[in-house]
């Protein structure tokens, strides 16, 4: 990959180079079996503009069938159309074997070697369509390898810069079939009503204009209301310019198809969708604010928003109710979203109402303090500024309005044992551990335990146990290594073991301890009956 350095042309009569020595190094190069290092050489001899000498193609060739791999047909393309004869015909068809090895991911081809390799194999297959008068890729392979190399435009890093502005050159520059695409031009798909144009481009892959494109608008819908904002029939423009019809109450969102006509050489755009939007100057028009004591039905203020920012103070009692209009100018529209937010000074604490709207397009905000001042306010009190927020897509900016400041006052019934500030530390007490008998005790107890064994073994003592019949057979140890290990286990039970971990450890040893145990007293009853 680091091979591609070397194909920056030198362009002549910019920059002097000394070419002492360089011309014998660089053609030592030309016999080595690496194909990256008979690329290099073979560039640098041609940017330099010295002579390259016995052709390298097809031991070039016989490398990259070899390899197998994108990068080293890649590279045979490249070199292949350096040098003054016809490419061989198994070199030009594989072309598109190896463009079929290209992984599709939406509208975009690439291969597994990332932006690199894709470059790299269309500077080659580039190079050898042009050689051979015809394009060796079709015309959705070469829109869909652009797609990919567009769409690494904003990625970091001076690597990826230089070959997505090498895909982008050669994408651009080739003579069969050069990709494009429409754009918009200086964002004028956002119009307002002083907007003349809506002004759109067929471009190359490197973002120049083709000046001799058409560009028509086939269709310019609104999905909400219907309405077209250029008409129902398809409109064209040698220019991309399109001339906008008066806008007075076309305010809203349009979808936009469009496609493009280009001459010979260059390959049609995809039909693009663009979102349009016809925006306005919002404004609050005839606003009032009242505040109304509900118990004996006063007005406790009645203004006009003009004179904001207004103050006032409420209670329980109190009713907030403001009304107000949005107009564009020429009349009052309907938005998308319109509330109040009541904002503590104190706490940040913020409360929002939304505004409704009657068939008049007239918005009102009402709030009952009695009712909202548990569950909206969490029952906390204090002066709240007050501001009317609007917004919707169609207006150039979303609108906030200073209305003013209330002085919310709460009995102290109501206000809650938590408050928006912390609460005091909670600090845990966990139960004492119990008292536990001296030392002593536990000895004496389990000493206790011990003993009824102990007195087992004096009395077989002095009764004169006979131990001499014990047979030392695998059945008799096994049997009574068994029985002494079944009580071990019993023992790990009681000091902790889970009863899982005993039963499956207890069913091991007990088949073992119950066949040892069978073939021992069968062995005894055998010996009683030969004594006999």
Not at 113 to 128: N, R
Request: aromatic share 8%; hydrophobic share 40%; proline share 4%.
């Amino acid at each position: 990959s680091s091979g591609i350095n070397a194909e920056l042309p030198l362009r002549p009569g910019k920059c002097s180079v000394s070419t002492s020595g360089a011309e014998d190094v660089l053609k030592s190069e030309l016999s080595s079996d690496s194909l990256k290092k008979i690329f290099k050489a073979v560039v640098a001899l041609n940017n330099l503009g010295l002579d390259l000498g016995e052709s390298v193609l097809p031991k070039a060739i016989d490398i990259a069938k070899k390899e197998d791999t994108v990068m080293a047909y890649s590279l045979a393309y490249i070199i292949s159309s350096m040098y003054n004869e016809e490419v061989p015909q198994d070199l030009l068809d594989s072309v598109e074997d190896i463009a079929h090895r290209a992984d599709t991911i939406g509208d975009a081809l690439s291969f597994d070697g990332g932006l690199i390799e894709t470059v790299m194999f269309l500077k080659g297959a580039l190079a050898c369509s042009v050689k051979a008068e015809k394009s060796l890729l079709n015309d959705e392979m070469i829109q869909k390898f652009s797609n990919y190399v567009l769409g690494n435009k904003y990625k970091q890093g001076l690597s990826n810069v230089f070959y997505l502005l090498s895909g982008l050159d050669v994408l651009s520059n080739n003579k069969l079939a050069v990709p494009t695409r429409i754009i918009i031009l200086e964002d004028s798909n956002v119009m307002t009503r002083e907007t003349e144009f809506i002004k759109l481009s067929v471009v190359d892959p490197l973002g120049q204009s083709i000046h001799t494109a058409k560009v028509t608008i086939k269709s310019s819908m609104s999905p909400l209301t219907g309405q077209s904002l250029f008409g129902k029939d398809p409109i064209n423009s040698s220019t991309g310019e399109f001339l906008l019809p008066k806008i007075t109450d076309r305010r809203g969102i349009y979808n936009l198809e469009v496609e493009g006509g280009v001459p010979t050489g260059y390959l049609a755009p995809a039909n693009a969708k663009f979102p349009a939007k016809v925006v306005v100057e919002g404004k609050v028009s005839d606003g009032k604010l009242k505040l109304v004591d509900t118990d004996d039905n006063r007005v406790l203020l009645d203004s006009d928003l003009s004179q904001a920012p207004l103050q006032g103070k409420a209670s329980l009692s109190t009713r907030f109710v403001l009304d107000f209009y949005v107009s564009d100018g020429a009349e009052n529209i309907a938005i998308h979203q319109a509330f109040v937010r009541f904002t503590n000074v104190k706490t940040g604490q913020e409360v929002h109402f939304v505004a409704q709207a009657d068939l008049t397009r007239k918005y009102t905000v009402d709030v009952h303090f009695r009712s909202s001042a548990a569950k909206a306010f969490k029952s906390v009190g204090g002066e709240y500024q007050v501001q009317l927020v609007l917004g919707d897509p169609t207006l150039v900016t979303s609108i906030t309005k200073n209305v003013g400041s209330i002085n919310l006052v709460l009995p102290e019934s109501l206000i809650p044992a938590s408050s928006p500030f912390p609460k005091p530390e909670i600090t845990h007490v966990f139960r004492e551990k119990e008292k536990r008998p001296p030392q002593v005790v536990s000895f004496v107890f389990t000493g206790l335990v011990f003993l009824p064994a102990v007195i087992l073994l004096v009395m077989w003592g002095k009764l004169g146990a006979n131990v001499s019949n014990f047979s030392f057979s695998l059945a008799s140890v096994g049997f009574h290594v068994g029985l002494l290990t079944i009580m071990a286990i019993y023992v790990n039970f009681y000091l902790g073991v889970n009863m899982f971990t005993t039963m499956k450890c207890l069913s091991l040893v007990a088949v073992v301890t119950f066949l040892c145990g069978n073939r021992l007293l069968s062995s005894i009853a055998s010996a009683r009956k030969a004594s006999k």
